[in-house]
């Protein structure tokens, strides 16, 4: 089926003429080096390179309409190394983001691997549904998904989204279980104005896979495919403070009911205090629970996240976030400098995490940052 999207994509190509004078073409890319060392014993370090080189080209199509594509490629490399002997090592390339997008001024239609984001949380995010995107990580790098996207916008702001995906092999977001191979997923979201911010509404629709590759088993699996229903609640307001909320309720028919119903919630605030260059304080409050019903839960979560950044100059800038986990009474700290120099950005990170870590579980960092360590990171976006 991804075959099905480089022909349609390569079909909104044709539509371009050639001839007319404001296409533009740009390459681009960014250049990071990574180097982890553990406080641990015995001692382990993680180095690492990528390169994502970045392709854009548009061009109009009318007075109103426009035609726009980019692709982009992840290429990785990385080796692990544990004392005295142990060397452990990865090499990978794959595609980043390949879409077309189709757009006039208030409407998009956007085909192709892409990155589906939304919501109003920041650090604990309950409508994490189609990325990875860790608060931790300075590059915010996430998987895409293939899907189709549109988007319209109202002229008081009020814009809706309406999405399908393509499943894939591996889980998204907060998922435990991945999707029927051979059915697409739906969804969709309307956003309005509310006083001084915007609230907004989302729902998505799959079904469960019977071969789950993550290696979770359960026999009603073997009988039907599993339908999942989620919803989702967000708002975000300027009084001063920023304050949000955002909730998610995820139900999955499953016949035992033991993991029926998932509903997640976040409450937060942010502040900039007129303190010397502006220190920006922010909170997240975020809750979880897992159930037979919605009225009760077998299983549960509570965290609690403080960040303060401030910067220090034009070039300088000091970051740290702490998380509480009030379950199992853990501790996560995080410590970032940060120095900008045109093109380039270097980075110096230091944390002090459980071994275990409960946080972030589908990101692939979550190995990485647990237990006490220094992380240094070179950028270079050309």
Same mark, same amino acid.
């Not at 983001?97 to 239609?109: D, P, T, V």
């Not at 740290?320 to 045109?342: A, D, E, H, P, Q």
């Given at each position: 089926?991804?075959?099905?999207?480089?022909?349609?994509?390569?079909?909104?190509?044709?539509?371009?003429?050639?001839?007319?004078?404001?296409?533009?073409?740009?390459?681009?890319?960014?250049?990071?080096?990574?180097?982890?060392?553990?406080?641990?014993?015995?001692?382990?370090?993680?180095?690492?390179?990528?390169?994502?080189?970045?392709?854009?080209?548009?061009?109009?199509?009318?007075?109103?309409?426009?035609?726009?594509?980019?692709?982009?490629?992840?290429?990785?490399?990385?080796?692990?190394?544990?004392?005295?002997?142990?060397?452990?090592?990865?090499?990978?390339?794959?595609?980043?983001?390949?879409?077309?997008?189709?757009?006039?001024?208030?409407?998009?239609?956007?085909?192709?691997?892409?990155?589906?984001?939304?919501?109003?949380?920041?650090?604990?995010?309950?409508?994490?549904?189609?990325?990875?995107?860790?608060?931790?990580?300075?590059?915010?790098?996430?998987?895409?998904?293939?899907?189709?996207?549109?988007?319209?916008?109202?002229?008081?702001?009020?814009?809706?989204?309406?999405?399908?995906? +393509? $499943? !894939?092999?591996?889980?998204?977001?907060?998922? /435990? %279980? @991945?999707?029927?191979?051979?059915?697409?997923?739906?969804? #969709?979201?309307?956003?309005?104005?509310?006083?001084?911010?915007?609230?907004?509404?989302?729902?998505?629709?799959?079904?469960?896979?019977?071969?789950?590759?993550?290696?979770?088993?359960?026999?009603?699996?073997?009988?039907?495919?599993?339908?999942?229903?989620?919803?989702?609640?967000?708002?975000?307001?300027?009084?001063?403070?920023?304050?949000?909320?955002?909730?998610?309720?995820?139900?999955?028919? +499953? $016949? !035992?009911?033991?993991?029926?119903?998932?509903? /997640? %919630? @976040?409450?937060?605030?942010?502040?900039?205090?007129?303190? #010397?260059?502006?220190?920006?304080?922010?909170?997240?409050?975020?809750?979880?629970?897992?159930?037979?019903?919605?009225?009760?839960?077998?299983?549960?979560?509570?965290?609690?996240?403080?960040?303060?950044?401030?910067?220090?100059?034009?070039?300088?800038?000091?970051?740290?976030?702490?998380?509480?986990?009030?379950?199992?009474?853990?501790?996560?700290?995080?410590?970032?400098?940060?120095?900008?120099?045109?093109?380039?950005?270097?980075?110096?990170?230091?944390?002090?995490?459980?071994?275990?870590?409960?946080?972030?579980?589908?990101? #692939?960092?979550?190995?990485?940052?647990?237990?006490?360590?220094?992380?240094?990171?070179?950028?270079?976006?050309?």
């Amino acid at each position: 089926m991804k075959g099905k999207t480089f022909f349609i994509l390569l079909f909104l190509f044709s539509l371009v003429k050639p001839d007319l004078p404001a296409q533009s073409f740009s390459f681009a890319g960014q250049v990071s080096a990574m180097h982890l060392s553990k406080i641990a014993k015995p001692w382990q370090s993680v180095t690492a390179i990528r390169y994502i080189p970045e392709i854009k080209w548009n061009a109009p199509l009318s007075k109103t309409w426009k035609f726009d594509m980019e692709a982009s490629a992840n290429a990785f490399s990385q080796l692990g190394f544990t004392m005295p002997d142990s060397l452990s090592g990865e090499v990978a390339l794959k595609p980043y983001r390949i879409w077309g997008r189709l757009a006039s001024e208030r409407f998009e239609l956007r085909l192709g691997l892409q990155k589906i984001s939304f919501g109003s949380a920041t650090m604990l995010r309950p409508l994490m549904w189609f990325d990875h995107i860790d608060p931790r990580d300075p590059l915010q790098l996430t998987d895409g998904v293939y899907a189709a996207l549109g988007r319209y916008f109202f002229q008081n702001n009020a814009n809706i989204w309406l999405w399908g995906i +393509l $499943p !894939s092999k591996t889980v998204k977001g907060w998922e /435990m %279980l @991945t999707t029927d191979r051979k059915r697409p997923e739906f969804g #969709g979201r309307f956003q309005v104005p509310a006083g001084k911010g915007e609230l907004a509404v989302s729902g998505h629709f799959r079904y469960v896979g019977s071969d789950q590759s993550n290696g979770f088993y359960h026999p009603d699996f073997q009988a039907q495919r599993v339908p999942e229903y989620r919803i989702g609640l967000d708002g975000k307001w300027d009084i001063g403070p920023g304050i949000w909320f955002e909730g998610s309720y995820t139900y999955i028919n +499953l $016949p !035992s009911q033991l993991m029926n119903h998932t509903r /997640m %919630l @976040t409450v937060g605030a942010d502040y900039t205090f007129g303190l #010397g260059n502006g220190l920006t304080l922010m909170s997240e409050q975020f809750f979880y629970l897992l159930g037979p019903s919605f009225l009760e839960y077998i299983s549960g979560a509570s965290f609690s996240s403080v960040s303060l950044s401030y910067p220090l100059s034009l070039t300088h800038s000091l970051s740290g976030m702490v998380f509480y986990n009030w379950t199992g009474k853990s501790w996560y700290r995080f410590i970032n400098w940060r120095m900008n120099l045109n093109k380039i950005s270097l980075y110096l990170i230091a944390f002090w995490n459980p071994d275990s870590f409960d946080l972030y579980m589908n990101t #692939g960092n979550s190995n990485l940052m647990g237990g006490k360590g220094i992380q240094l990171l070179f950028v270079w976006n050309h």
